[in-house]
């Protein structure tokens, strides 16, 4: 048997966990300014945390769950996303004594997907979640806090803010009436699984990427025409926000999310330079999700990101910094070279030791190393407590004390 990873599970290493790290690293550092702490919550929770309706008919929870029954007989499931975990630490653990909470996460999720390009059955999210705020400004700063950190990765004008308003229940229940008898008029037209979709959760279907579904979505009434006042101005507060942060959006009267709690603002970063898949980061207010958990009625907004997507459209420089090389000549200078190399990585530096060969094959390994300088240890120099330092950019070389090297150096 050949071992080999699971489809659509990738290594991580090299550049592309640098970028990967990088990502996380900006995010976390942009986030943190906003006041959100980091919160780890566990990998695996109870699958009713996931699936909490049997009437849920979002593509995550009927078919690209890792759902298995541990030894103890229960229903566990892989998360394929943070917000459920997070709410349901935030109800468990007794955070809802002091709002607003501010958490972020990083990690692992996981779905049963076609993998393809920037589609993978193990995949990286950050993402944040505010609990508490029931108003419009808490959806301007977690958009704000998400554009300056596209824009912190260089990429703001590789993506572009999507943003609309599903309102509030009312609005929510006008729209669906009005849907619900437009596709019904098209019924012959939808695919089977909208077909399916049509009386459980219709909403989902403006989210389709049939075909068939799109030409039908076409002439669908549009999300702004349902909207009752109330909704209409918590909406348009949220876009006087952006437009006095300067944040620039289009207004996108299809966009949804494709679960039930979702409320009032939706959003979501694209970009066309990833082929189909083109949303990098989304997120949505979530008033109805703590309660429907069993918490209190408690507001929610949050996003989330997927790392990989990022990492591929930055093109940041994430090569280390250059090493210094240490190279002995002989046996007898081994002991001191240790010393060396251990000072100046206390230092600061980074150094590259090589383990063993030849002068000509140590100083070949600094080369691929890309090491700036090289200190070079022969046993007749140290006598005098001196070694040559080599700057391997220009080739100059001189003698130093082994006392002024870090100063020589620098
Ligand atoms: P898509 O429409 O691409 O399936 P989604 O609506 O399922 O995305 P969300 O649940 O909103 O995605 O997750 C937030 C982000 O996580 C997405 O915008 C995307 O960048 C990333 N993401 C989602 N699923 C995957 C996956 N299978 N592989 C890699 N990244 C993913
Ligand atoms: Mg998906």
């Known amino acids: 048997m050949k071992i080999q990873n699971v489809r659509g599970t990738y290594d991580l290493y090299g550049d592309a966990k640098r970028k990967a790290k990088k990502v996380v690293e900006i995010a976390s550092q942009m986030v943190e ?120 990765l260089g990429l703001e004008e590789s993506v ?9 229940e009312e609005s929510r229940n006008a729209y669906r009436e009005k849907l619900v008898s437009y596709l019904k008029q098209h019924y012959d037209l939808l695919s089977i699984e909208s077909k399916q979709r049509l009386e459980k959760n219709p ?77 990098v980061l989304a997120g949505g207010r979530y008033d109805g999700l703590i309660k429907e958990m ?19 459209l930055m093109d940041t420089d994430v090569s280390l910094s250059r090493p210094v090389a240490v190279i002995e000549i002989g046996d007898e200078v081994h002991q001191t070279a240790l010393q060396t190399a251990y000072m100046l990585r206390n230092a600061g530096y980074r150094v590259e030791h090589a383990y063993g060969g030849n002068v000509k094959k140590r100083m070949a390994k600094a080369d691929k190393a890309n090491a700036f300088a090289a200190v070079i240890l022969g046993s007749q120099e140290l006598a005098e407590k001196k070694v040559t330092l080599k700057n391997l950019d220009t080739g100059e070389q001189k003698q130093v004390l082994l006392a002024d090297l870090i100063k020589e150096l620098a």
């Open 294 to 312: 069993g918490g209190g009625d408690v507001a929610g907004i949050g996003w989330a990101c997927g790392v990989e997507r990022l990492s591929m």
């Open 160 to 168: 572009v803010l999507e943003i609309n308003s599903l309102g509030d």
């Open 33 to 152: 300014k906003y006041g959100f702490e980091e919160i780890e919550t566990p990998i695996f929770e109870f699958t009713e945390v996931f699936a909490r309706n049997l009437g849920d008919t979002s593509d995550i929870v009927t078919k690209e769950m890792y759902s298995f029954e541990d030894r103890g007989g229960e229903s566990i499931t892989l998360r394929p996303e943070g917000t459920a975990g997070v709410v349901r630490s935030f109800i468990s653990e007794g955070m809802q004594q002091n709002l607003p909470v501010k958490l972020y996460y990083a990690g692992p999720m996981f779905r049963y997907e076609r993998p393809q390009k920037g589609r993978q059955r193990q995949f990286t999210q950050f993402g944040v979640e505010l609990l508490g705020v029931q108003t419009p400004q808490a959806d301007i700063e977690v958009i704000a806090m998400a554009y300056s950190f596209l824009k912190a």
């Open 203 to 279: 909403l989902r279907i403006l989210d389709s990427k049939e075909e068939c579904d799109k030409i039908v979505v076409e002439n669908a009434p549009l999300y702004a025409d349902s909207l009752n006042e109330a909704s209409k101005n918590f909406f348009e507060e949220v876009l006087t926000g952006l437009d006095l942060l300067k944040i620039p959006y289009r207004v996108n009267n299809r966009l949804v999310r494709g679960l039930d709690y979702y409320a009032h603002t939706v959003f979501e970063f694209t970009t066309d330079k990833l082929g189909a898949q083109g949303a």
